[in-house]
């Protein structure tokens, strides 16, 4: 197995008022989302998370990381204003190079990530 890798401490955070890291939530299963706005089959997984979320809560959290496609989609205005629109409660990683994407491997939109409660 291979421990899930960190989050870089340099990228800004939304929906929470600090930094977020993954050793924070051992104890917990961690699902990532890997979305951006602009992707429809993100938007569409949304009301899915938030029923996991809701109906998990005591043992799941969820954290979306976002990666812009496009240029407009690195606006933090822009992102809040999804936030909002979409009704996202959870904290949302704003992954502007793509370091927390690359880091994982993901090659596609939507991609989730599921952490078990040790790391990996």
Not at 53 to 69: C, F, G, M, N
Request: glycine fraction near 2%.
């Amino acid at each position: 197995m291979v421990r899930a890798p960190e989050f870089p401490k340099d990228l800004t955070w939304l929906n929470v008022d600090r930094s977020l890291s993954l050793k924070a939530f051992r104890g917990r299963i961690v699902l990532l989302d890997f979305w951006t706005y602009g992707c429809i089959n993100c938007i569409h997984s949304l009301p899915d998370l938030k029923y996991l979320e809701q109906k998990y809560s005591d043992r799941l959290t969820i954290l979306s990381v976002h990666s812009a496609k496009f240029e407009n989609e690195n606006s933090i205005d822009n992102i809040r204003q999804a936030i909002l629109r979409y009704e996202i409660a959870h904290p949302v990683l704003v992954d502007r190079n793509f370091k927390v994407w690359e880091s994982y491997a993901v090659r596609a939109y939507p991609t989730f990530v599921l952490i078990d409660p040790k790391g990996y």
